[in-house]
């Protein structure tokens, strides 16, 4: 499977009417009407060659709805701008930003162990439509702990989040622009000679776990995918970074957020989900659906699913238990737990302030920077047209 360059669009018009009957926004079947529209999916495919051929359709779909062709030729490393290091426990923190491409930041903190030894196995960090988004508890606890185990990881800023808020969230292009800068993250990781190209995951909840099966689905160089809370048969995602643009439709397919991760088999992945979301229904209705899938590659073993119906939409403890389970499996991480270790202790992490983790609160922002959705539109040569 090809990354992500494919046969791609050539229009520079983003036509928000003449796109819109092809959206698939929020809840857009009932749970009843998804139930039906899988077994329609599963009709029309019975061996690895059969899904292959939807698969291909399903990730063609995905590059032309985002207008992947719209975005410039880059150098393959991006430029970096980061902080001094701050030491803790077993890791390090640095506050760092990539240009995604010319005048375009991506804003984060790079998470890298201290007492263990190179090749370390490297984590695309996603957070969803959380207040305070990355600077929360749940996430420090979870880039730091992943550290400690032996992960190069990088939590990153959805665009209007954080210190990426040259644009606004809600900007119709934001799922592109995000899945784009998950790409730069990847690039930037892949280019650093400590980190082993074969043991890439990424990982992120709710508006994160979008962003986690996107690009999977898109960038055959994630090695393993954790999911968390999103992925359903019948809700697409309520925001425009996640449904705003025409991945699940066009004028000759259909599909929905299932086959979407469905197209990471058969490489290892987890999906995470709860009783108190639209992934509640995961154990008997999205979850054989991908079994199903990985079966044609037998490769069953490589997929789980972690339930907590008691649980409500987060990335809470056990949630992210779950996940350093599957992690330290695939990603072999030295520090991570197993058989005779499977409740990791956090306790050792420090938690930091929201300044403490911003690189832009003690530098200037870089000169060439691109401010506003009109100025990133026209960089693009983007026109939106009502």
């Not at 991006?78 to 030491?87: F, G, R, T």
């Not at 960090?125 to 305070?132: L, Q, W």
């Not at 899945?179 to 990982?203: C, F, G, H, Q």
């Not at 779950?322 to 499977?342: C, D, H, I, M, Q």
Request: net charge negative; proline share 5%.
């Amino acid at each position: 499977m090809k990354p992500i360059f494919l046969i791609l669009l050539s229009s520079i018009t983003f036509s928000i009417s003449a796109q819109s009957e092809l959206l698939c926004q929020g809840g857009y079947w009932t749970e009843a009407e998804a139930v039906e529209v899988m077994k329609d999916f599963k009709s029309q495919w019975t061996s690895q060659k059969d899904w292959e051929e939807r698969a291909d359709i399903i990730r063609q779909g995905i590059v032309n709805g985002l207008q992947w062709d719209r975005m410039p030729k880059v150098d393959a490393v991006p430029n970096v701008i980061s902080s001094l290091p701050q030491k803790k426990e077993g890791y390090s923190v640095q506050n760092i930003a990539l240009e995604s491409f010319p005048g375009f930041y991506v804003t984060g903190n790079l998470y890298t162990p201290s007492n263990l030894k190179p090749p370390f196995a490297g984590i695309l960090s996603t957070h969803g439509h959380f207040a305070d988004a990355r600077f929360t508890e749940e996430e420090q606890m979870r880039n730091a702990s992943l550290a400690q185990m032996g992960a190069v990881v990088f939590a990153y800023d959805m665009v209007g989040y954080g210190e990426s808020t040259t644009v606004d969230h809600k900007m119709p292009i934001a799922l592109l622009l995000q899945t784009w800068n998950s790409k730069r993250v990847l690039d930037y990781l892949l280019s650093r000679e400590d980190i082993d190209p074969e043991r890439i995951a990424i990982t992120g909840a709710s508006g994160g776990g979008t962003q986690s099966f996107i690009l999977g689905a898109i960038d055959s160089r994630l090695k393993v995918s954790v999911p968390v809370v999103q992925v359903s048969a019948h809700f697409f995602g309520g925001c425009v970074c996640e449904s705003g643009m025409p991945i699940h439709k066009s004028q000759s397919h259909q599909t929905n957020n299932v086959e979407i991760a469905a197209l990471f088999a058969p490489k290892p992945q987890l999906l995470v989900s709860d009783g108190a979301d639209w992934t509640k229904n995961t154990p008997k209705v999205e979850f054989p659906y991908l079994q199903e899938v990985y079966q044609v590659y037998d490769a069953t073993a490589k997929i789980e699913n972690a339930h907590f119906e008691k649980e409500k939409h987060n990335y809470g403890p056990s949630k992210r238990n779950a996940a350093y389970r599957f992690l330290s499996t695939y990603l072999e991480l030295p520090g991570g737990v197993g058989p005779n270790k499977n409740v990791y202790d956090e306790s050792s992490v420090s938690l930091l302030s929201p300044e403490e983790l911003k690189l832009f609160s003690t530098r200037s922002r870089p000169q060439n920077e691109l401010i506003g959705n009109e100025a990133v539109l026209t960089y693009l040569k983007i026109k939106l047209q009502e």
